[in-house]
């Protein structure tokens, strides 16, 4: 199998993260190279980019200071970790990527998706995923697993409902509205439940 890049998409607590793990830990099981990696970060600059996103009062950033924050990681993030990985044939799979930008910055905050998906061009060189696997959940239900699974970075779960339920309208109409990328699986499921059900979608 030749390497791919797939990022995984949704709102808080919908459970990327173990999805992610889960899926690397599959692929490098049948001998693939695998590159583990999140958004906003996986670089060093990128990973204090991070923190200033993550930590810290809600309306500390204007959507487009965000924006703006969330590429300037992104760019260093690309240029130094996921092209590279691609060149050299690996698959990389990454916690978060443009669609969280659309949906959060965009959807949630208001700033035009176009302008958002040319600002991605230019910092990124229009790097898209091959595949976008989208973990949809009622926001309610989301935040209060992330309430439960604590460790700080909490700024985006602190934004009003209202916010969250945008981010979640957002994800979960993205699997119609681009289906040649996106394909979206139900976060309710048991774990193994559904790592076995992107795997299936994943895998040849």
Aim: charge should be neutral; hydrophobic fraction near 40%.
């Amino acid at each position: 199998m030749a390497g791919r890049f797939i990022s995984f998409e949704g709102g808080e607590g919908s459970g990327k993260s173990t999805q992610s793990r889960l899926l690397a830990e599959r692929l490098k099981s049948l001998g693939q190279a695998v590159v583990l990696t999140r958004e906003p970060g996986g670089t060093p600059g990128a990973e204090a980019v991070r923190n200033l996103l993550v930590n810290g009062a809600a309306d500390r950033w204007s959507p487009w200071a965000e924006a703006c924050l969330v590429n300037a990681a992104r760019a260093d993030h690309v240029e130094r970790i996921i092209r590279p990985a691609l060149t050299q044939g690996a698959w990389v799979i990454c916690d978060r990527f443009i669609d969280s930008t659309r949906a959060y910055q965009g959807a949630g905050k208001g700033l035009d998706d176009a302008d958002l998906c040319d600002l991605h061009a230019k910092v990124t060189g229009n790097l898209w995923p091959d595949l976008t696997l989208v973990l949809n959940l009622p926001p309610t239900t989301g935040l209060g697993r992330a309430g439960v699974r604590g460790g700080g970075e909490d700024r985006f779960e602190s934004h009003d409902g209202g916010f969250h339920e945008r981010v979640a309208a957002f994800f979960a109409r993205l699997p119609a509205a681009e289906s040649a990328r996106c394909h979206g699986f139900d976060a309710s499921l048991p774990m193994d439940t559904l790592a076995n059900a992107i795997a299936a979608r994943v895998l040849p």
